[in-house]
């Protein structure tokens, strides 16, 4: 069993420890050239060549920066390893995606594989959507407006790495000047 969200060791109804990753863990010597890559191709080259290299970093087929508006899901940067020359995806139910999971808590959440946890047996996005790693974007202003994510139609294997620089990133690129109309945009949104 994967953690969902807690940051405490703890176990499941059955008694079986249950998996919880630090989410506060520094980064490890190779996460940090990794982040020092991100940083600069970030700089250098923008979010969406970051977001690529990020994807590179991991075994998932998309990563995304989503904004959440009450009622969808809307990539404002997408990458598909697959598709490396496909920039966008279309808007989504908020209720069928994972992110509105990470939103709702405002922590990180890592699935494996969808069809073996039972608490996500009736949501919409269980059987197109099996492995997810995602964790909240709050802009300069501190308010979460979307999530930063890795997908995939395939089971993968959790990986602390994946997680620390999904996490590192998100902190980088919250400092983003162009991000901080975002914020207050999905504020009107919500009220």
Do not use: Q
Not at 38 to 66: C, E, I, M, Q
Not at 79 to 88: A, I, K, L
């Amino acid at each position: 069993m994967l953690a969902r969200f807690a940051r405490h060791n703890s176990t499941d109804r059955r008694g079986t420890a249950a998996f919880e990753p630090d989410w506060g863990a520094p980064l490890s010597d190779p996460e940090l050239a990794h982040f020092a890559k991100l940083k600069l191709l970030l700089h250098r080259d923008g979010v969406r060549s970051a977001l690529a290299y990020l994807n590179s970093l991991s075994p998932y087929r998309f990563t995304a920066l989503f904004r959440l508006d009450p009622a969808r899901s809307h990539a404002l940067w997408f990458f598909d390893r697959r598709c490396p020359w496909n920039d966008s995806t279309p808007d989504i139910a908020l209720t069928a995606t994972y992110c509105v999971l990470v939103l709702e808590h405002r922590k990180p959440l890592v699935i494996a594989d969808a069809l073996a946890e039972p608490w996500l047996e009736a949501h919409a996005a269980r059987t197109d959507v099996r492995s997810y790693c995602g964790v909240p974007f709050a802009p300069a202003g501190g308010v979460t407006i979307g999530t930063l994510c890795h997908y995939d139609p395939l089971p993968h294997p959790h990986s602390e790495e994946t997680l620390g620089l999904l996490l590192a990133f998100g902190a980088l690129l919250a400092l983003r000047p162009e991000l901080a109309g975002a914020a207050d945009l999905c504020a009107s949104l919500r009220r």
